[in-house]
């Protein structure tokens, strides 16, 4: 059984985790594939409708399909709104890209249709992990703390701790001196009495 906590901190927390473990993956693999740089707006709104987004599935642990699902809902609407909200090209366009797009666009949709569906694999493992890892941290300490507070509380109820005495001296080489006679180096060891007769 995996542990769940259900506390709205913790779904905030679920929520801002997987928007920016989404936006950052969506808008850092836009940017090396070779996309128009995104206009800061765009990206903040973007990071924002992915929060929401997690934040609707945060109330509770998900399975690995529903966060694989999430993960590719948010990658294909950020590569979206990325591609229709980036900013105008910094120099003019370059000549013969006018039409030529419709001939190459196929692979390259596939292309990127797989990349999104890998990436949205990592991302939804990376996630699960990480909400079993938080979930087993906050339990461990939900556990632990209480233990621990009590054992203060006893001690600070106690008092000042007693001074410590000073242990028994021991004769050099000889054994410690505890206040009792030492026992006899001779021992008398043998049969009971009754056994003798």
Do not use: E
Not at 147 to 172: F, H, K, N, S, Y
């Amino acid at each position: 059984m995996q542990p769940t906590i259900r506390h709205p901190a913790i779904r905030a927390l679920r929520a801002a985790v997987f928007a920016m473990v989404c936006g950052t993956v969506s808008l850092g693999g836009h940017v090396l594939a070779g996309g128009a740089s995104v206009r800061p707006q765009v990206a903040v709104a973007a990071i924002a409708a992915t929060g929401l987004l997690g934040l609707a599935l945060g109330g509770r642990r998900r399975g690995p399909g529903t966060l694989l699902a999430a993960c590719f809902a948010a990658q294909y609407g950020m590569h979206q709104l990325f591609g229709a909200g980036a900013a105008p090209p910094d120099g003019p366009h370059p000549a013969g890209h006018h039409g030529g797009h419709a001939t190459g666009d196929l692979p390259a949709a596939l292309v990127m249709l797989l990349v999104h569906v890998l990436v949205a694999l990592l991302s939804a493992w990376w996630l699960a992990r990480g909400d079993t890892a938080l979930a087993t941290l906050l339990l461990t300490l939900a556990c632990s703390l209480p233990p621990l507070r009590r054992t203060l509380a006893l001690l600070q109820a106690a008092g000042p701790a007693a001074p410590c005495r000073p242990a028994p001296r021991r004769a050099a080489g000889g054994p410690a001196a505890t206040g009792r006679p030492a026992a006899s180096p001779l021992s008398r060891r043998g049969p009971p009495a009754l056994a003798r007769a």
